[in-house]
């Protein structure tokens, strides 16, 4: 095992730009996962400490072993495919030994790791079968298997569960944890699924049209933020964005106010009379008694003074757009009604509001997150 060093990578084909400058360090066992949506350059960066690409500039380090123009063959490094390249015409015990048999591992040493990696992802019965014969799941633990069994320094993993239907993905999202935590050897995974990435990842590297946007443990992306790109990407239902004018005391979202929490009035004194984004997960969208409100007796413009909703602390009048029950929870697809701008609110399992409905919801101020309109970075980390 070893830790995995990159810096100042950068990969450019003819005039465009691949990766840009992406340096991080990967220490010894850890598992990273690396997350954006596609085209972001994810692969091209596995693929380039895989040694199956190479940088057009910078460094890569395995170790302390420097693998600039070293090939794919002497890495050391075990990487298992979105599509799993396993033989067809190989049984599983034959396509768990391939890696050893190419290395010239002897027939003992062979058959014993063999199966002992059998056991360990529970494919043991499996191994006089061929690939034909078995599941999605099954292949998928094979093609692990067979990277595990060569015992690298590091493990490369490309999408490997995107294959897997929901429940299979779930199940075999938690088997390769536990794997993980037994064998303890080098990971980085590649996934543009935020749910597996926060799952899995000892630390979350999110990317963006080839650059890094934020590298930190799952929690901490999560609860801070560096931009609205993160801030978006990471969380289902997505963080709700909310386009504001700051007037001091109050934030100005369409024709409706929300009071500024003291704590973020210091933070925001030179940001009088200026655009910002407001940020808010649809969990910090309730009100008083956690159910929300569907009595509408009053429109929103009932409210109105000059075109402008006075003063309502943390409250905003929404318009149902669709209503989705989700078993222990049910998601309200709702939008501002003078601007349609959409808004998430998670609401209790037993709510029963329809489409049309005119609702109102509070938000949790201590929640907020303010972004630079401009360049969509957290105001306050």
Known sequence: ?????LEGITRKYNNATAIEDISFEVPDGQFW?????????KSTILRTIAGLDTQSSGNLYIGNTLMNGIP????????VFQNYALYPHMTVAKNLAFGLRMRGTDAKTMQERVETVARSLDIAHLLDRKPKQLSGGQQQRVALGRAIARQPQVFLLDEPLSNLDAQLRDDTRAELKQLHQQVGITTIYVTHDQVEAMTLADQIVVLNRGQIQQIGDPQTIYARPAN??????????????LHATYTGEVFQVGNQSLSCPPALQEKLQLRQGQGVE???RPEHITNKDEKLNTE?????EAFCRDGVLPLQHSLLIVEVKLVEPLGRETL???????SGVPLNIQAASDWRGHSGDRISVQLDLNQLFVFDPTTGDALFP
């Open 33 to 41: 996962v690396m997350v954006g949506p596609s085209g972001c350059g």
């Open 278 to 280: 407001l940020g808010i």
């Open 228 to 241: 609205l790109m993160v801030a978006t990407f990471l969380g289902n239902p997505p963080m709700n964005i």
């Open 1 to 5: 095992m070893a830790n995995v060093r």
């Open 72 to 79: 794919a063959r002497a890495r050391d490094v075990a990487m």
């Open 296 to 300: 509408n007796e009053q429109e929103p």
């Open 332 to 338: 309200i697809r709702a939008n501002l009604p003078a």
